[in-house]
């Protein structure tokens, strides 16, 4: 069981290292700043949710694996609310004066 | 009805429940240690003064059915989000279309509509980018061929009916 149990951490952690890698290419090959912003709040938010799925069963207990389910939800609620933020400041320094 | 004197029923109850989940989050965070709860209490009560005064009660009556479906479809709409642009990031053939299109919310500006455009930021494919003139909002799309407002629209329906914002 603990074998399965590494085994799904290893296999979590990897995909979430995977999307975080993908999230900077896209960082760098996305053409506008906005684009940018999709490559980093969705591919590393993916990236961090499978790290903190992978990491649960090593938690040793209900309060730590809440815990690292609260640091996802934090991550969230900061990229929910200031993507949106700096996308309108890109749109209104991009549109013309 | 209320008795003379007493408090409102509603305010009483919100500051008791905010109070309890910013006490739960600290002890999630800090430990249940007896000698940081005391701090904790400090927090906890200060962050429920400050949302009351940042962020009054309203009159929602959240569906709990509609409201455990939207938070139950959130990770596979994660997943849809994110597989999408690690796609268009790692694969050199596929390049994204980006556009902005104007949107109009069914949501009246205010706290639900703003509640709305951030939980829409993690959906994939969009990015509120701000209000536009005559109500409409300013949507980044990654690939601007789909059709972008459509989806936001019956997104939109279902995260009203979750938070009973639609009444």
Same mark, same amino acid.
């Given at each position: 069981?603990?074998?399965?149990? #590494?085994?799904?951490?290893?296999?979590?952690?990897?995909?979430?290292?995977?999307?975080?890698?993908?999230?900077?290419? !896209?960082?760098?090959?996305?053409?506008?700043?906005?684009?940018?912003?999709?490559?980093?709040?969705?591919?590393?938010?993916?990236?961090?949710?499978?790290?903190?799925? !992978?990491?649960?069963?090593?938690?040793?207990?209900?309060?730590?694996?809440?815990?690292?389910?609260?640091?996802?939800?934090?991550?969230?609620?900061?990229?929910?609310?200031?993507? *949106?933020?700096?996308?309108?400041?890109?749109?209104?320094?991009?549109?013309?004066? | 009805?209320?008795?003379?004197?007493?408090?409102?029923?509603?305010?009483?109850?919100?500051?008791?429940?905010?109070?309890?989940?910013?006490?739960?989050?600290?002890?999630?965070?800090?430990? *249940?240690?007896? #000698?940081?709860?005391?701090?904790?209490?400090? =927090? =906890?009560?200060?962050?429920?003064? =400050?949302?009351?005064?940042?962020?009054?009660?309203?009159?929602?009556?959240?569906?709990?059915?509609?409201?455990?479906?939207?938070?139950?479809?959130?990770?596979?709409?994660?997943?849809?989000?994110?597989?999408?642009?690690?796609?268009?990031?790692?694969?050199?053939?596929?390049?994204?279309?980006?556009?902005?299109?104007?949107?109009?919310?069914?949501?009246?500006?205010?706290?639900?509509?703003?509640?709305?455009?951030?939980?829409?930021?993690?959906?994939? !494919?969009?990015?509120?980018?701000?209000?536009? #003139?005559?109500?409409?909002?300013?949507?980044?799309?990654?690939?601007?061929?789909?059709?972008?407002?459509? =989806?936001?629209?019956?997104?939109?329906?279902?995260?009203?009916?979750?938070?009973?914002?639609?009444?």
């Amino acid at each position: 069981m603990s074998l399965l149990l #590494d085994g799904f951490t290893l296999v979590a952690v990897f995909a979430g290292i995977l999307f975080f890698v993908a999230g900077t290419a !896209g960082l760098l090959r996305f053409p506008d700043t906005s684009s940018r912003l999709h490559a980093l709040t969705k591919a590393d938010h993916l990236g961090l949710g499978l790290i903190v799925l !992978g990491l649960l069963p090593q938690a040793g207990g209900v309060l730590p694996a809440l815990k690292l389910l609260v640091i996802w939800a934090l991550a969230l609620l900061a990229g929910a609310t200031v993507g *949106p933020l700096i996308a309108r400041l890109a749109r209104e320094e991009d549109a013309p004066p | 009805m209320a008795a003379a004197g007493a408090p409102p029923r509603g305010p009483t109850l919100a500051a008791a429940a905010r109070g309890a989940a910013f006490l739960g989050l600290w002890v999630v965070l800090a430990g *249940p240690a007896p #000698d940081g709860l005391v701090v904790g209490l400090l =927090a =906890a009560g200060f962050a429920t003064w =400050a949302s009351l005064r940042l962020m009054p009660p309203l009159p929602w009556r959240p569906r709990p059915g509609a409201l455990l479906l939207l938070v139950l479809r959130f990770p596979w709409q994660a997943l849809r989000a994110g597989t999408e642009v690690a796609l268009l990031a790692l694969d050199p053939r596929r390049r994204p279309h980006p556009g902005m299109l104007a949107w109009t919310p069914r949501l009246k500006a205010g706290r639900a509509q703003d509640a709305f455009l951030a939980y829409a930021s993690l959906l994939p !494919g969009t990015l509120p980018a701000g209000p536009l #003139d005559g109500g409409a909002i300013a949507i980044h799309a990654l690939d601007s061929r789909t059709p972008v407002g459509e =989806a936001m629209t019956q997104e939109e329906a279902r995260f009203a009916q979750a938070i009973g914002a639609d009444g």
